[in-house]
Structure formats: C-alpha cells, structure tokens
C-alpha cells in the first residue's frame, strides 16, 4: 500500500474514531441505537411488505462504516468496468458463435453443469447490452491485495438495502460524510435511470418487475421502485401486444420501455421458459428479440453467476480481449478437472466447498468443521457429480473494527459494490456500496449473504461532492390532483379489496365492542340483547352468559374463526402488500401494528369481559389511524 494512501486513510479513521470515541464511546453507543431504532421503524414496513414466513432480516448495520480512499475506488473501478467488458464478451460468445466452446477453451461439462446456463436465450441477440448491472463481491487479503469472489447479475441484488442504509446513516452521522467528503450515491442511480428510460416515448413507462409479495427480498424491491420513481409490476400486470411489452392499467394498455428485472431468468417467460411458472409473461422473450423492450438485465445473462467460473475466468479474458484481468479471482479449482480434482484431494479437508448454483446461495461447506460422517456424505455426493463443485482454500481476510457497545472489536468483510453500463457500453462504478462482516473469515468467504453485520461503505473524495441528491429531484411538490391513471389494475382491485375489508374488520369490532359493553352490564335483558346481537352475525345457537368472554373470543379472535378479526386482518394485509408503494410508512406502520394487537388477543386464554373491552377499543383506534392516513 502507497505511503500516501495509507496516511490518507489513517487521517479518516481518526477522523471518524474521535468522533466514535467523543464522550468515553458513549457517542458511538447513542449512534448504534439510533441506527438499530431506525432499522426497526423500516423492519416494520419490511414485515408489513412481507409474509410471516420472511420476517427476519439478516445482520445489522454497524455504526463504524467501511472507509475507501479515492485511489482503491479508482483502481478498482478500472478492474470492475474492464470485468464488465469481458462479461459481455464471454456471454456474447456463449450464447453466439461459442468460439471457446468449439476450440476447447471452455469444457463442455463446465458450461452444462451450470445451473443458470439457459439453452432458450441462444441466438436471442437482444439489442442492449446482456449485462446492464451487476453486484460484485470483493475481498482483500492480510497483505493488501484485492480478489473478486463473484458477481451477480440479479438486477442487481442488494441495491435498494445499499440505499436504505446510506439514508439512515447520512440522517444519524450526516456531518461526518460531509467532512470526510464522502461521495454520493446519486449519480449511478441516475445512470441506472438514465439507461432504463433512453428509448422512452411520452407515454412509456419504466418497471421494476417483482416475483411478488412471496419473495424474501420484497422490501428492497418495493423501497428500489419507489426511490427510483418506477412502477412496481408483477408478470399477471403486464401483456405483450404487437411485440411491445404493456402494463395493465387503469387508464388501458400503457407501453412499456425499460423493465428493472428481479424475476429468475427461467420465470420471465411462461411460453418459453418454465411453463409453471407465474412470475413472468407470456411473450417476453420474444419481446427483448425483436428489441422491443430495454431490459436490465437480459435474461440467459445469470449464466456467469455460478462460482463455477471462478478458477477460469483469467484465461478467457485473454482470449477475449486480449489483456489480463486487472481484478483477479479468488484462485479456486474446478472439481471437473482432472487436475484440479487430484489437487482438491491433496487439500482435502483444508478446503472450502461450494456447488454450482448461483453465487452467493446454494450449498457451501467448510470442510474441517464437519463431523467425518457428514465429510464422506459430501465427497460421496462429489465424486458423483464432480463437475458440479467449486472448492478453494481460505484466504486471511483483512480486519475491520466493528462497533460493540462503547467498544470497538475486529471482524472480516467482504464488500459488494456495483457497475451500471450504458447503451454505449460506458461504464458507472457506484462509489459505495456495502461490507458484509463475519468474526469467522472462512464463513465470510462463503455466505457472504448472511453475514453477522453490515457496514456501509464510505469511498472518500478530495473534496465535498455537491452534485444534487437524485431524491431533490424527484421531490418536487405536484400542484393539482395526483394522476392515478397509471394504476396497475391489479393493484386498483386490491387497493379496492383493502378498503372493504377496512370496512368489515371497523364494523365487526363496533359490534363486538357492544356486546362486551352488553355483557358486562348489570341489566340482564341488556345481557341477553348483546349475546343474541353476537349469536345472531355468528349463526350459532346461542352463547352461554357464564362463559361469554372465552365465546366472543373464540368467534371474534381465535386463528381458525370463519369470519373473524383473524381472517379479516390476514385479508387487509394481503391486499396491503400488494400495493406496497402505494401506501405511506405511517399506514403501513399503523397496518402492523394492527396486525400485531390482534395476534397477541388471539393468545390470550382467559380474560374477562372488561379486559377485551380494552383491547377492542385499541383496535378501533388503530382502524380509525390507518383509515385517516
């Protein structure tokens, strides 16, 4: 590491650390908490966007960011561009005139061992680039030198949390990014706009195409569309007329130009692809064929997503471009070469194992830690289908501090930045990004994904960036009455949907309100008009007045009631997720917690009367809070 670069990034540290350490750490302390509070305000928004089955959102964000200077981000953005080039190249030929399939270059059983190698995109030669976006993992050894673990074609995955964590850490520490002149995020968002909408006509509209409300990653998904300003689709919203890709809306049929995807390459196309599937349109295929949509990223391109190129790629970028990766690969071995195989087994069991699936998902194993029965289950599970495993040996990863309390301890990071790519073949380096921390350096290496923390990366400039927030931009107050004929119709039936079963859940718990009111009155026939109201919307045969709490809880509140508070609530929020960026952070934070009191209620195993009472006025409250939002 030069001299120059290494005070450079001493001086920031210390920079930062005073400012961590202000007041006996107690500083930091009061910013983690403040970072954890606003992480939880969006978790709540993320549980409201996503089903109970997805509700825990992988590592925190750790108060002490990742600092870069200028000249690493510049010496990586030439590595991470020149990848771009070649990524282009080497899908081009896959999909093309498969020169390094034909002269031996690639080995068959490479290529076809791949799982996200697509048959079906051969010959589709779409007429914008294969690969619009991509993320890329790097990490950097105890020495210094910087290694590409993977890259992910998946539109790219992680972008929206990269934004969502940069707001909240320019809202907590947003003096310090100023003073260290950190660079903005901005100007690669708009060239992921920018290139999204370069063939847009007056009337075309830009998506960002979801598998929907089932996908894990739904919150980044809905919070993306939205800072993007582009419309959130499903596949069932979209149809293709006469070659052009149409969004189903209020106002008719709206074109479609620019399609941010984060459907599988095999689900865009029912017609072409999986035939099963739902996610995607009939047609689509096609569509990006005749360059009738611009789309990020083309699919067939997830093909270079497998860690199964990671030992290869070197040698075919000389064949390509003629010039040598400035960003080497983490050195790996191919389990389907001979070679390699003789070498794996030479290392065995000092090796990390990875299959074939798409980086960074997928089984991955650390050898040594593994009992010897399930050791000789996964070299059993090798030796049957070697040319599908990926091993390599762990390297030592550079330490990071980490935030703990008012202290600080070390971790391992790999980091993920991404490059957007212009029609022109121009490429844009985000000049941020996110580091994924593990204490354990050899699972850090291999689940990336799934780490223990997150920290935003800072790359510093020599002087403030004041070019203007893309948000500025887009904040501009609309005077006049908003334009909802771009509605997607599905999401104008459920919004529709929403507020009948508003309505329904408002009127039941009104009732139930008066016959707890009835029940606990001292007036008998008071007692036996309110039992009677309950029986008579419930059809049941009557309620017995000794055990009238545990009845009106059971018919009103219990999971499996027909008709219930349950069944209601549970259609309000799916029909609330289905219009995500349609509804304020207040409503949504008002819908959870909704949800949330009648879960609690629904556990509740005796109580009495007076005691429900107070429960069902809280949720008249909330009800009344959501509807006035």
Same mark, same amino acid.
Request: hydrophobic fraction near 40%.
């Given at each position: 590491m030069p001299d120059t670069l290494a005070q450079s990034i001493d001086h920031a540290l210390a920079i930062l650390l005073d400012a961590l350490d202000y007041d006996e750490g107690n500083q930091q302390a009061r910013w983690a908490e403040e970072v954890e509070r606003r992480l939880k305000e969006n978790g709540l928004t993320y549980q409201a966007h996503t089903s109970k089955h997805h509700e825990s959102r992988q590592g925190?964000?750790? #108060?002490?960011? *990742? &600092?870069?200077?200028?000249?690493?981000?510049?010496? /990586? $953005?030439?590595?991470?561009?020149?990848?771009?080039?070649?990524?282009?190249?080497?899908?081009?030929?896959?999909?093309?005139?498969?020169?390094?399939?034909?002269?031996?270059?690639?080995?068959?059983?490479?290529?076809?061992?791949?799982?996200?190698?697509?048959?079906?995109?051969?010959?589709?030669?779409?007429?914008?680039?294969?690969?619009?976006?991509?993320?890329?993992?790097?990490?950097?050894?105890?020495?210094?030198?910087?290694?590409?673990?993977?890259?992910?074609?998946?539109?790219?995955?992680?972008?929206?949390?990269?934004?969502?964590?940069?707001?909240?850490?320019?809202? #907590?520490?947003? *003096? &310090?990014?100023?003073?260290?002149?950190?660079?903005? /995020? $901005?100007g690669f968002f708009r060239t992921l706009r920018q290139f999204l909408r370069a063939d847009s006509q007056d009337r075309d509209l830009s998506i960002l195409l979801t598998p929907g409300q089932s996908a894990e990653s739904y919150f980044e998904h809905a919070f993306l569309a939205n800072h993007l300003d582009f419309i959130l689709a499903e596949g069932d919203d979209l149809t293709v007329r006469n070659n052009r890709l149409m969004l189903k809306t209020l106002s008719g049929l709206r074109p479609v130009s620019g399609v941010l995807r984060r459907v599988a390459d095999q689900d865009v196309d029912p017609l072409e692809l999986n035939g099963l599937s739902r996610q995607g349109t009939p047609g689509l295929m096609n569509?990006?064929?005749?360059?009738?949509?611009?789309?990020?990223?083309?699919?067939?391109?997830?093909?270079?997503?497998?860690?199964?190129?990671?030992?290869?790629?070197?040698?075919?970028?000389?064949?390509?471009?003629?010039?040598?990766?400035?960003?080497?690969?983490?050195?790996?071995?191919?389990?389907?070469?001979?070679?390699?195989?003789?070498?794996?087994?030479?290392?065995?069991?000092?090796?990390?194992?990875r299959h074939a699936s798409a980086f960074p998902a997928s089984q991955s194993f650390v050898v040594r830690d593994l009992p010897d029965s399930e050791r000789q289950t996964l070299k059993a599970s090798i030796q049957v289908d070697p040319s599908s495993w990926v091993a390599w040996q762990a390297i030592d990863l550079e330490v990071v501090p980490v935030a703990e309390e008012n202290i600080r301890t070390e971790s391992h990071a790999v980091l993920r930045m991404y490059t957007a790519q212009s029609q022109d073949l121009k490429v844009d380096v985000m000049p941020g990004g996110l580091a994924a921390c593990n204490h354990d350096a050899s699972w850090a290496q291999l689940r990336p994904n799934t780490p223990e923390r997150y920290k935003d990366l800072w790359v510093m400039g020599t002087e403030p960036d004041n070019q203007l927030s893309m948000f500025a931009e887009m904040d501009v107050p609309a005077l006049g009455?908003?334009?909802?004929?771009?509605?997607?119709?599905?999401?104008?039936?459920?919004?529709?949907?929403?507020?009948?079963?508003?309505?329904?859940?408002?009127?039941?718990?009104?009732?139930?309100?008066?016959?707890?009111?009835?029940?606990?009155?001292?007036?008998?026939?008071?007692?036996?008009?309110?039992?009677?109201?309950?029986?008579?919307?419930?059809?049941?045969?009557g309620i017995d007045s000794d055990n009238a709490a545990g009845e009106i809880h059971q018919l009103t509140f219990s999971s499996t009631a027909p008709g219930g508070l349950n069944e209601l609530i549970n259609g309000i929020m799916r029909n609330a997720r289905a219009t995500p960026d349609y509804l304020s952070d207040d409503a949504w934070r008002a819908l959870v917690n909704l949800e949330q009191m009648i879960d609690r209620i629904g556990l509740i195993k005796h109580a009495d009367a007076g005691r429900f009472l107070d429960q069902v006025d809280s949720i008249l409250m909330q009800l009344a809070t959501f509807s006035g939002l």
């Amino acid at each position: 590491m030069p001299d120059t670069l290494a005070q450079s990034i001493d001086h920031a540290l210390a920079i930062l650390l005073d400012a961590l350490d202000y007041d006996e750490g107690n500083q930091q302390a009061r910013w983690a908490e403040e970072v954890e509070r606003r992480l939880k305000e969006n978790g709540l928004t993320y549980q409201a966007h996503t089903s109970k089955h997805h509700e825990s959102r992988q590592g925190q964000l750790d #108060v002490v960011p *990742y &600092l870069m200077d200028e000249s690493t981000f510049e010496h /990586l $953005s030439r590595g991470l561009a020149q990848r771009m080039r070649f990524f282009e190249a080497l899908i081009n030929d896959l999909y093309g005139e498969r020169n390094l399939l034909a002269n031996g270059s690639i080995p068959p059983d490479l290529l076809f061992s791949n799982p996200e190698y697509l048959i079906a995109a051969h010959g589709l030669n779409p007429q914008t680039p294969w690969v619009s976006f991509l993320a890329h993992d790097l990490l950097r050894d105890s020495s210094g030198q910087w290694f590409v673990l993977g890259q992910s074609t998946r539109a790219p995955a992680g972008l929206g949390y990269v934004l969502e964590r940069r707001l909240i850490m320019s809202r #907590v520490m947003g *003096y &310090l990014l100023r003073r260290m002149s950190v660079k903005r /995020l $901005s100007g690669f968002f708009r060239t992921l706009r920018q290139f999204l909408r370069a063939d847009s006509q007056d009337r075309d509209l830009s998506i960002l195409l979801t598998p929907g409300q089932s996908a894990e990653s739904y919150f980044e998904h809905a919070f993306l569309a939205n800072h993007l300003d582009f419309i959130l689709a499903e596949g069932d919203d979209l149809t293709v007329r006469n070659n052009r890709l149409m969004l189903k809306t209020l106002s008719g049929l709206r074109p479609v130009s620019g399609v941010l995807r984060r459907v599988a390459d095999q689900d865009v196309d029912p017609l072409e692809l999986n035939g099963l599937s739902r996610q995607g349109t009939p047609g689509l295929m096609n569509t990006v064929r005749r360059g009738g949509i611009r789309m990020g990223n083309v699919p067939g391109s997830s093909v270079i997503d497998s860690p199964l190129w990671m030992g290869r790629l070197e040698g075919l970028c000389q064949k390509l471009l003629g010039e040598e990766l400035l960003l080497k690969s983490l050195p790996a071995l191919w389990l389907g070469d001979p070679d390699d195989r003789e070498e794996f087994d030479a290392l065995w069991p000092d090796v990390l194992v990875r299959h074939a699936s798409a980086f960074p998902a997928s089984q991955s194993f650390v050898v040594r830690d593994l009992p010897d029965s399930e050791r000789q289950t996964l070299k059993a599970s090798i030796q049957v289908d070697p040319s599908s495993w990926v091993a390599w040996q762990a390297i030592d990863l550079e330490v990071v501090p980490v935030a703990e309390e008012n202290i600080r301890t070390e971790s391992h990071a790999v980091l993920r930045m991404y490059t957007a790519q212009s029609q022109d073949l121009k490429v844009d380096v985000m000049p941020g990004g996110l580091a994924a921390c593990n204490h354990d350096a050899s699972w850090a290496q291999l689940r990336p994904n799934t780490p223990e923390r997150y920290k935003d990366l800072w790359v510093m400039g020599t002087e403030p960036d004041n070019q203007l927030s893309m948000f500025a931009e887009m904040d501009v107050p609309a005077l006049g009455p908003m334009d909802q004929s771009m509605t997607p119709s599905r999401v104008a039936d459920a919004m529709f949907w929403l507020g009948r079963y508003v309505e329904r859940a408002d009127g039941l718990t009104r009732l139930v309100r008066e016959v707890l009111a009835g029940a606990i009155d001292v007036r008998t026939e008071r007692q036996r008009a309110a039992l009677w109201l309950l029986s008579a919307k419930f059809q049941t045969d009557g309620i017995d007045s000794d055990n009238a709490a545990g009845e009106i809880h059971q018919l009103t509140f219990s999971s499996t009631a027909p008709g219930g508070l349950n069944e209601l609530i549970n259609g309000i929020m799916r029909n609330a997720r289905a219009t995500p960026d349609y509804l304020s952070d207040d409503a949504w934070r008002a819908l959870v917690n909704l949800e949330q009191m009648i879960d609690r209620i629904g556990l509740i195993k005796h109580a009495d009367a007076g005691r429900f009472l107070d429960q069902v006025d809280s949720i008249l409250m909330q009800l009344a809070t959501f509807s006035g939002l």
